[in-house]
């Protein structure tokens, strides 16, 4: 008998930040003697579906971890079709972005994509920042150990300006510092594939998430395993460092 995952969701524990890494493109579309674009094509319709069940459900922020840094090293038809694909989805998902008054953002390094895809990008950002629900924000050109290097840098420099003084450094201060600073941290991490890895995705920012791995391929991944996440997520107890007992009481 299938479950109806969404019945069973509690919509007073919805998690405010989501982040996914979206995991197993390649693997599907081997699975389909396809090339490993045709998987990352296929994925696009499950980011369609997530963002609507995020946005159905309450969640205010939705992470997805769109290309990393990492990326790059693929081979080069495979990132010169990434891109090309991720220009013509940015502008043909947006009657999903407004109709589920979504803001889009990006934390990853824009300076790195081609001119075509930044352009694609900051465009988008700007026709939807007056949406006031659900925030999308893609990890695009983005490695959680190159935020961290870039917030040590900054903070460096205003230490040396006599912005900082050294002492006065604390959590509440690396974090103004990241891509993030002005989003919570991620209640809900999700990898798809069976992997079960971080990969470098918001490593500061998942110190205190609920990890969830499922073994779905990413093109597989519909609403309702993410609503099963989801589930899964509200059967935790999320303790903070803290016990079972101090979290009741």
């Known amino acids: 008998m299938n479950t109806n995952f969404k019945e069973k969701i509690n919509k007073e524990n919805i998690p405010q930040h989501v982040a996914i890494i979206m995991d197993g493109n390649g693997r599907w579309a081997k699975k389909q003697g396809k090339e490993r674009i045709f998987g990352h094509q296929h994925g696009v319709d499950s980011v369609r579906n997530v963002c609507e069940a995020s ?3 309450g969640v205010k922020y939705l992470t997805l ?19 090309k694909m991720l220009v013509y989805t940015i502008g043909q998902e947006e009657k999903t972005l407004m109709d589920n008054n979504i803001r889009l953002e990006n934390i990853g390094d824009t300076s790195e994509l081609g001119q075509e895809a930044k352009e694609a990008l900051l465009a988008m950002i700007e026709k939807t ?9 893609l990890a695009l050109n983005y490695s959680a150990r190159w935020e961290i290097i870039e917030m040590v840098k ?29 989003i919570p941290d991620v209640d809900l991490l999700i990898r798809t594939s069976g992997e079960l890895r971080i990969s470098n995705f918001l490593l500061w920012q998942i110190a205190y998430s ?4 499922t073994e779905v391929l990413w093109p597989d991944f519909t609403k309702e395993e993410f609503y ?9 107890e999320r303790r903070f460092g803290k016990t079972s007992e101090q979290i009741v009481n």
Do not use: H
């Open 55 to 57: 946005a159905e459900l």
């Open 65 to 83: 971890y769109t290309f990393s840094k990492e990326n790059w090293n693929r081979p080069k038809e495979e990132v010169d079709a990434l891109m």
């Open 129 to 137: 920042k007056a949406n006031s629900g659900m925030t999308l924000i």
């Open 154 to 182: 900054q903070i460096s420099a205003e230490v040396k300006q006599g912005k900082i003084e050294e002492k006065s450094i604390d959590e509440n201060t690396i974090s103004s510092y990241l891509t993030t600073k002005q």
């Open 210 to 213: 609920e990890l969830y791995f």
């Open 228 to 236: 099963k996440a989801v589930c899964d997520y509200q059967n935790r």
